[in-house]
């Protein structure tokens, strides 16, 4: 056929560009070993789950693979549910997941990766806070209690100066502007953590029970996609009030929310206290940190809006060579260090010396 | 197939075309390739109803991406409403100017530049969605937000542009701009190719009895025009409504009906959602997205299939072709 | 003879007809009875040059009034409004309700023009400021494999593009080429009937709906949740096809039966003189067709999205997991922002750049491909 010569060049010009350029300059071997000190491990890591730990996982393979030049970690950020479907099924060696699997789950289910019946590890690893932001001229900060928040988000307080918003802020300026609630328009942990906080805290305004998705039921409000949109939407507008991951935050200003009898501002500290105030869940095995969250919590200086995604793994591998990237990576994961990561990408809190402890612990039992 | 391919028999009765192995081999692979088609099309169907099932069959408490209480058919209804409304708010906008582009560049323009002009409105054919979903998030929808503050506040007493107005511009009026914009291009350079067909002779009677240039295009481009206009709409549409990143990034959706232009609750449309929740989709889940798909490919296919038949329709009376 | 579908402009309305405004008369000159009752030429001009000064004055007060920035917008929105009613007005009383209504459409008719160029053109100034921040070779050396917030590449989404388009290339090429040959060649009766219709129909499939298609195709054989990047050329594929077809067989149609009648009477066999008459005339246009095709497809999102997943590490396999591709890139990037999200969003746009060069120099291909072979057939 004639186009041969039109082919042939096009083909030539193709695989000299390919590779020319193939290899990108931070894949070559070599290039993210910053001390190639500890390189005894190798081999392939597969995870997948949360995409709200994306970001701290992004960060965290970065450092480890530097650390161990060998290994390659790959995490999936497809989705929890499709993330625990996966370690379930075998397809991954751990899972990030924003709920710990539930009792039934765990008695119903063959985990394909584990040895049978030996349990998982589930840790509470990644402490995302959500921050409930406003855009009002002339206020920083606002202090609202649960109820009157749940007001805001239902639609039934529709101005800034309405007098359930006015009464606990007798010192700020309130202006007679109508309220724009900015939520989340996909399926996110992040709805769901909010709603929850919602409906434990203020039942009676607040009757949809938690979930993903924004309940359709709750008339007004505008919706926006993922965490950049609803940040977007709220910086946009005017009087408008949204919840988005705190790292996220920036200049807006930030609700203080009200715990017992006094009001808590977001700080990855206070957000890190609630997984101290709250129980495990009760029957669980050794190595598993399931927490049942007390988002009604009353004690002092906590922040019960935060979001909790969990690294599950399993006690005992089939693999041993899994086995020992798991341990070592869930590691470096919950030491200060790999927190510290993943607070300056991903803007999480810090877990508490405690839970790292409980954590290091429950890691020790991987084999 | 069994026949044996006929050779194009022009002069009076030739002898019997030999077959050859390389004719015979040739003609099957043509008709293979062309049967394929037909396969693709069939397959596509067969594979999206046969992962579509579970949705409709399971039992809805099962499956997680409805809220409480809701179907399969309650979940499709506002995204099936919004898909049309978007669709139908994009044409409306699109069609007009898509008019006045294609006469002014085959009657107006001056006859050096026309071509060129022409390759300039398909430059907007060739800018990819996504990159038309960053354009209008950005910068189309900041852009209009106070106009819509405007409209909101003077003429909010149309239902059309009942308050409040969206704190973003993120909302389906924006978002049908945007398709407006896509579709433009196609629908423009179907309408200049159908004005340029105009038999000259129509045309240079009608100015010859003295008629302006307008009533010259009023009484014979036009009507002469109308089917493809039609059917350069119909495709248009189809375009439309299958759109689905621009859509996905520039809409502010929540699941409602409502035919208000400005608001923040807006309806979603169906390749808009799919966009949004297939990554993270699993399970069920997934089958409920790809029956909503199903439900878009079925709409598109009676669009297209229309507009189709009308163009060939067309192609048979006015010997245009 | 065969009427090609990119007929040269034969007509316009300008030169014919009392569409033109005659020359005003020169001094001293006789005056020229169909001039009398007409526009001056320059009269259009001059109106729209009033309606400019008169809104640039209102909004010019408006803004000293009031403060604000200087509304641009508004100003040419008002100018082309008063621009049309002051034509109208102006031709009503000077030439008759005829002559006015046909230059009102005038005025709309250019304006519409204008108003199309507008986003196009806000679109270009956009992508080029905002994209130019991270046009730089760390762009095109780097994925984004170990980045985290500034700095990172898209070699692997342009590698995955590459691929995935390629991939789907090699599929649609022969299954478009050979069955517009089928149709033009061999096809009579009801199955030519059915695969043109049904080629016509697939060019309506939405793009989702074909990456649904190849998702659901693939999951059946490799379990729920597979992305692949062959998975997404699949779906690239279906949308291709039909375009190949379409413009392969208006090109094999261009070719003159003499040709083919003369390659019978030399005995040769029909797939022969396919081959190598009819197929290497229409070379060129079929090369411009299949490049047209794919700067169509290159820029798809949604099907990969759905099909081939992304990721941030480079992959060059098309059989085994996932695959980046500069759409994807793109969306993704600009949805799922990290903290410092202006890294994110330079990063969007500069690949948004990376991708409007890219389909654009695969359209001027194309179109000089056909300029310069396209004379050959002497149209």
């Known amino acids: ?354 839970i790292a402890e409980k954590s290091a612990a429950a890691i020790e039992l991987i084999k | 197939m069994s026949s044996p391919p006929v050779a194009r028999t022009e002069s009076a009765q030739p002898p019997r075309p030999v077959q050859r192995l390389g004719d015979r081999i040739f003609s099957t692979s043509t008709l293979t390739a062309g049967a394929l088609i037909l396969a693709t099309l069939a397959a596509v169907a067969a594979f999206l109803i046969l992962q579509s099932t579970p949705a409709l069959t399971e039992n809805p408490e099962d499956i997680s991406i409805f809220t409480s209480g809701e179907t399969f058919w309650t979940y499709v209804g506002p995204l099936i409403f919004g898909t049309l409304w978007s669709a139908a708010l994009a044409l409306l906008m699109a069609v007009p100017l898509a008019i006045g582009i294609a006469l002014f560049i085959s009657h107006y323009a001056p006859r050096k530049l026309a071509q060129g002009l022409g390759y300039v409105i398909d430059l907007l054919a060739a800018v990819p969605s996504v990159v038309f979903g960053l354009w209008g998030a950005n910068t189309l929808a900041p852009l209009v937000q106070p106009f819509y503050l405007w409209l909101t506040e003077n003429l909010g007493w149309i239902p059309l542009f009942a308050p409040p107005a969206s704190g973003t511009g993120r909302t389906i009026l924006t978002a049908a701009v945007v398709l407006a914009v896509m579709i433009l291009p196609i629908i423009t350079a179907l309408c200049r190719e159908v004005f340029l067909q105009t038999p000259v002779l129509h045309e240079e009677a009608a100015l010859a009895l003295g008629a302006t240039r307008w009533e010259m295009i009023r009484m014979t481009v036009l009507p002469f025009g109308r089917a493809g206009i039609v059917s350069a709409s119909m495709l248009g549409l189809g375009r439309a409504l299958g759109e689905t990143m621009a859509v996905a990034m520039v809409l502010s959706s929540s699941g409602v009906i409502s035919f208000a232009l400005l608001t923040s609750s807006n309806p979603s449309t169906i390749a808009a959602n799919i966009a949004l929740s297939f990554p993270e989709a699993y399970g069920l889940n997934v089958n409920v997205l790809i029956a909503t798909g199903l439900m878009l490919f079925a709409i598109t296919l009676v669009v297209n299939a229309i507009a189709r038949y009308v163009i060939n329709r067309r192609k048979e009376f006015s010997g245009a072709n | 003879m065969a009427q090609t579908t990119t007929a040269p402009l034969q007509r316009s309305g300008s030169g014919v007809g009392p569409g033109r405004p005659n020359p005003a008369p020169g001094p001293g000159a006789m005056p020229n009875v169909y001039a009398s009752g007409r526009l001056g030429k320059s009269v259009p001009w001059i109106v729209l040059g009033v309606s400019l000064l008169v809104s640039a004055a209102i909004f010019g007060l408006a803004q000293a009034a009031s403060g604000g920035d200087f509304n641009v917008v508004g100003t040419i929105v008002l100018t082309g409004l008063l621009n049309g009613i002051g034509i109208y007005l102006t031709a009503l009383l000077v030439e008759g309700a005829r002559q006015a209504k046909d230059r009102l459409v005038t005025t709309l008719v250019t304006s519409a023009f204008i108003v199309a160029l507008a986003p196009l053109v806000s679109l270009f100034i956009t992508v080029l400021s905002r994209g130019t921040a991270r046009f730089d070779i760390q762009l095109f050396t780097y994925s984004m494999r170990n980045i985290v917030g500034e700095g990172g590449g898209v070699l692997h989404a342009i590698v995955g593009t590459l691929i995935m388009t390629g991939i789907a290339t090699i599929i649609s090429v022969p299954i478009g080429l050979l069955t517009s040959i089928y149709l033009v060649e061999y096809g009579r009766g009801a199955l030519a009937r059915a695969i043109t219709f049904f080629v016509d129909v697939m060019t309506g499939i939405p793009s989702i709906v074909a990456g649904l298609f190849a998702y659901a195709l693939f999951a059946i054989f490799f379990g729920p949740g597979i992305r692949l990047g062959v998975a997404g050329a699949v779906a690239l594929s279906v949308l291709m096809i039909p375009g190949v077809v379409r413009s392969s067989e208006e090109m094999l149609r261009l070719v003159p039966n003499e040709l083919r009648e003369a390659a019978f009477a030399l005995g040769v066999p029909k797939w022969l003189t396919i081959l190598k008459v009819v197929l290497p005339t229409s070379i060129a246009g079929i090369t411009t067709g299949v490049m047209l095709a794919i700067a169509r497809v290159i820029g798809e999102t949604a099907p990969l999205l759905v099909a081939a997943g992304f990721t941030s590490n480079m992959n060059y396999s098309p059989l085994e997991g996932r695959m980046q591709s500069l759409p994807v890139f793109v969306y993704s990037s600009y949805v799922s922002q990290g903290t410092d999200a202006q890294a994110y969003l330079d990063r969007a746009w500069a690949a948004a750049l990376t991708l409007i060069l890219i389909v654009m120099a695969l359209n001027l291909i194309a179109r000089l491909v056909a300029r310069a072979f396209s004379p050959k057939l002497g149209r």
């Not at chain 1, 193939?22 to 000190?37: D, F």
């Not at chain 1, 609630?181 to 399926?187: C, E, F, G, W, Y």
């Not at chain 1, 798991?326 to 994961?333: A, D, G, N, P, Q």
């Open chain 1, 1 to 354: 056929m004639k186009f041969t010569p039109f082919g042939r060049a096009a083909a030539v010009a193709t695989l000299a560009a390919l590779t020319l350029t193939s290899c990108a300059v931070n894949e070559m071997p070599g290039a993210a070993t910053g001390n190639g000190a500890a390189t005894e491990l190798t081999g392939t890591l597969v995870g997948g789950g949360a995409s709200s730990q994306q970001s701290a996982q992004e960060a965290w393979v970065a450092a480890f693979q530097g650390m161990h030049s060998a290994v390659t970690v790959e995490y999936d950020p497809a989705g929890s549910g499709a993330g625990r479907d996966t370690f379930i099924a075998g397809g991954s060696a751990f899972a990030g997941s924003d709920r710990a699997f539930k009792d039934a789950e765990l008695a119903d289910e063959e985990f394909t990766a584990c040895v049978p019946d030996t349990g998982l590890v589930e840790l509470p690893a990644y402490i995302s806070p959500i921050a409930v932001v406003f855009n009002l001229e002339g206020v920083d900060t606002l202090d609202l209690d649960p109820t009157t928040l749940a007001g805001i988000f239902s639609g039934t307080i529709t101005t800034w100066n309405d007098k359930a918003i006015a009464s606990q802020n007798p010192d700020a300026t309130l202006p007679n502007q109508t309220i724009t609630p900015v939520h989340r328009a996909d399926d996110s942990g992040t709805t769901e953590n909010f709603t929850e906080y919602l409906n434990v805290t203020a039942p009676d305004v607040w009757s949809w029970e938690a979930d993903g998705v924004w309940p359709d039921a709750v008339k007004g409000g505008e919706a926006a996609q993922q965490t950049s949109g609803v940040i977007d939407a709220v910086t946009s507008g005017t009087g408008t009030i949204g919840y988005a991951d705190a790292s996220r935050s920036g200049e807006l200003g930030t609700v203080a929310v009200k715990v017992g009898d006094e009001y808590v501002p977001y700080s990855a500290e206070a957000a890190a206290a609630i997984v101290d105030a709250s129980p495990l869940v009760d029957g669980r095995g050794e190595g598993d940190l399931a927490i049942q969250l007390d988002r009604a919590t009353t004690e002092a200086g906590v922040y019960p809006i935060v979001l909790i995604s969990y690294l599950i793994g399993c006690t005992e591998y089939k693999d041993a060579e899994t086995a020992k990237l798991v341990k070592e990576y869930f590691s470096y994961i919950v030491s200060e260090e790999g927190q510290k990561v993943s607070a300056d990408a991903a803007g999480s809190a810090p877990i508490s010396a405690a």
